[in-house]
């Protein structure tokens, strides 16, 4: 499968090393153009390469919106059209400060509800949120089972398609629902999102 990346931060490299691995071509797209990800592209080998955000939207069947909640606004402005594009959200309300991280104020909205309307049209599946990126970079094999991927979206060809990525890189892909259901079950906060390591499917 094609998939785009757009942001080359801890979790959408962590991301792209994951994907490349398991066979699936990737463009990964950051905010200081093509030319800065050289070394990383080399790193990950034949199946990467590197694009402007348009270029890697326009490469994917699956696009990753991996940027930091602050980033998000930018980062979708810079891509023409998101009408009908599957689009993969691990993002959380997170922002850093002096002091550590803290949930960023959504307005009282749901976070996935936030980022699905500054990409209009698109098909969003919130999914790989509840992992820190150095837990995405190990053996998704864990004690004789897989780590557990939670998607939620509206779309089930959509979800279809994170399903099988997830899958072909080494996890179980488990559907909690549309975005309003099973979004806040592991949204930053809820009762599921955290556990990412002790989620194991046998």
């Known amino acids: 499968m094609n998939v785009g990346i757009i942001g080359a931060g801890r979790i959408g490299t962590a991301l792209a090393r994951l994907l490349t691995r398991a066979g699936h071509q990737v463009k990964v797209a950051g905010s200081r153009g093509p030319e800065k990800l050289a070394a ?95 837990v995405l970079a190990e053996d998704p094999a864990v004690n004789g089972g897989r780590r557990i991927v939670l998607l939620a979206g509206d779309n089930a060809d959509a979800k279809r398609k994170v399903a099988d990525l997830a899958d072909s890189a080494g996890f179980q892909a488990v559907d909690t629902g549309s975005l309003a259901e099973g979004g806040p079950l592991f949204d930053s906060g809820g009762p599921l999102n955290g556990l990412g390591r002790d989620l194991l499917a046998l």
Do not use: C, H, M
Not at 85 to 110: C, F, K, Y
């Open 40 to 134: 990383l592209v080399g790193e990950l080998g034949p199946n990467a390469s590197a694009g402007t955000s348009q270029e890697a939207a326009d490469f994917g069947d699956v696009v990753v919106l991996a940027v930091q909640w602050d980033q998000a606004k930018n980062a979708v402005a810079s891509v023409s059209s998101w009408r009908g594009r599957t689009v993969l959200v691990p993002v959380n309300p997170l922002r850093e400060t002096a002091t550590g991280l803290e949930i960023a104020d959504t307005g009282g909205r749901p976070p996935t509800e936030v980022i699905a309307s500054l990409v209009p049209g698109a098909l969003v599946v919130k999914g790989f949120n509840t992992y820190l990126a150095q």
